[in-house]
Each structure stands twice: as structure tokens, then as C-alpha cells.
Nanobody
């Protein structure tokens, strides 16, 4: 059962911006904190950002602070990741998922969508 559909990835040059979107089922999305994760080739999946159910509280990994902004639209069951000043090291497949808690940096379970590829050239 597909719970997440990510989109918005692309090939861009360093310094450019992208906006990722994740559509989730209402049952999966409603009432839960949501997060973005990424996996670069040959590396483990890592936490990127999280947002609380109400949307006022956010949490980011240090390397994206000040460049990435997570947001959500609870009426549409979607979560977004605005990525500015992209760097080659941001290249990865990006995924969304429910997080255990806002500040845990860990997914609630191991059910993932197909992800969306972000490639940043130097």
C-alpha cells in the first residue's frame, strides 16, 4: 500500500533552488509529525528536516539549516521542502515519512515511497 508520493526533484546547478512535495494518505498524515530524509549513492538514508502536526515547530539537520524550509498543508495532506542555495553534497534521493517525534530524526516505520531524485551539479 503506497502511503507517500514524492515529486519535484530535478537536475540543477549549485546555488539554484528546488521545491519538493510529498502527498500522503489522510490516515497516514493526519495528526503526525512529518519528515524528509535523503539517501545519496553508497550512503545510508539520513534525516533532513521535520515539522510538527500544527506546523509551527520545525527541526533540521545542521548542514541544511538556513537553506531548507519544511512546510505542510494539512488540508491537502501534503508536506513540502523548499531547498535554496543547493550544493553538490545535497545530491540524493529524497523521501518523506512520518517521524517518531519532531526531534527524533528517525522514521516511525520502514514504509517508504519511491522518492524523488535531486541532482546538483557543480
Amino acid at each position: 500500500q503506497v502511503q507517500f508520493v514524492e515529486s519535484g526533484g530535478d537536475l540543477v546547478q549549485a546555488g539554484e533552488s528546488l521545491r519538493l512535495s510529498c502527498a500522503a494518505s489522510r490516515r497516514t498524515f493526519s495528526g503526525y509529525p512529518m519528515g524528509w530524509f535523503r539517501q545519496a549513492p553508497g550512503k545510508e538514508r539520513e534525516f533532513v528536516a521535520a515539522i510538527g502536526w500544527v506546523g509551527g515547530s520545525t527541526y533540521y539537520r545542521d548542514s541544511v539549516k538556513g537553506r531548507f524550509t519544511i512546510s505542510r498543508d494539512n488540508a491537502k495532506n501534503t508536506v513540502h521542502l523548499q531547498m535554496n542555495s543547493l550544493k553538490p553534497e545535497d545530491t540524493a534521493v529524497y523521501y518523506c515519512n512520518v517521524v517518531r517525534t519532531l526531534y527524533s530524526g528517525t522514521p516511525r516505520d520502514d514504509h517508504w515511497g519511491q522518492g524523488t531524485q535531486v541532482t546538483v551539479s557543480s
